[in-house]
């Protein structure tokens, strides 16, 4: 059983930059796949970045590519989404999620483990 705690959310002009940490106790992190996701009231989670077990493989939505950065660090059992460049319509709660796996995984459904979610708002 994988337990996730996400920081770094707050608010940050347009443009401004910010860096959500997750932390991960419980299991062998190394064995977990991991992503972050978005959702905003009435809408679905969203994915924004996904990372396999050892970094090799990552994903971007078009909506993020080349403006955030998922990276993870398997010794100290963290995963870490940097955010430049921000938009307004970046506001969101933002999740941490882990699954086992050596892939990188793109659905909501596919992850077994959910943080408790992190607010950025991102002002005009």
């Known amino acids: 059983q994988v337990q996730l705690v996400e920081s770094g959310g707050g608010l940050v002009q347009a443009g401004g930059s910010l860096s959500l940490s997750c932390a991960a106790s419980?299991?062998?992190?190394?064995?977990?796949?991991m992503g972050w996701f978005r959702q905003t009231p009435g809408k679905d989670r969203e994915l924004v970045a996904a990372?396999?077990?050892?970094?090799?493989?990552?994903y971007y939505p078009d909506s993020v590519k080349g403006r955030f950065t998922i990276s993870r660090d398997n010794a100290k059992n963290t995963v870490v989404l940097q955010m430049n460049s921000l938009k307004p319509e970046d506001t969101a709660v933002y999740y941490c999620?882990?699954?086992?796996?050596?892939?990188?995984?793109?659905?909501?459904?596919?992850?077994?483990?959910w943080g408790q979610g992190t607010q950025v708002t991102v002002s005009s």
């Open positions: 990372i396999n077990w050892s970094a090799g493989s990552i």
């Open positions: 999620a882990a699954r086992q796996g050596h892939v990188t995984y793109y659905y909501s459904s596919d992850y077994n483990y």
């Open positions: 419980g299991g062998a992190f190394s064995a977990y796949a």
